[in-house]
């Protein structure tokens, strides 16, 4: 009998050792960063870090790499962007890049933020009233439709090729664009 209660604390004992080992491990890994948000949850978590009310509207757009929000209010005379990154080598989910309401091209034309090697964040109050985006890659034509009515966040890999924005009218649309090394 005194062998089998031995048996038994010896055998908690190691459980318990390797649940601490685990904890500790994983405890560092979440220091070291590897783990950014969700695309389900990035929203929610620029509306909390950013302190945007929930009563603004979001035009949001993602790839594997980016993922741009506007978030705006009724209206559309005051904004706040947010603009989240995936990480090279090991990581899961986005990272927080940048934001706020420093681009004065997102109230009164279109802002492109230019990121490296991940992507393009279009960004746009949408006063210009663009209804169509237009990518040209070597005779490839892609071709993104807007609601001219409202606010857009559009994110392109960056390598696109040529970007063209029309409005309602067909008349081409200025970018004006940001390099983010």
Known sequence: MEEVTKVKTEKISIFLGAL???LLAFLIIWQV???GVSQSRIEQ???ESQ???SDWEVAQDANEDICALLFYNEDKDEYTYSVYLT???ISFGYFFREG????PYIEDGVQGIIYEDKGIALLSLNED???KIVIDNNGTEETIMVDPLKPFAVVLPVNCGEITMYDSMGNIVSLYDTYKG
């Open 129 to 131: 009233k663009v209804n």
């Open 87 to 89: 990480r090279n080598g």
């Open 45 to 47: 978590d620029a509306r």
């Open 20 to 22: 601490v080992i685990v």
């Open 51 to 53: 302190k945007i009310s």
């Open 100 to 103: 706020g309401s420093g681009y």
């Open 33 to 35: 960063g590897i783990f």
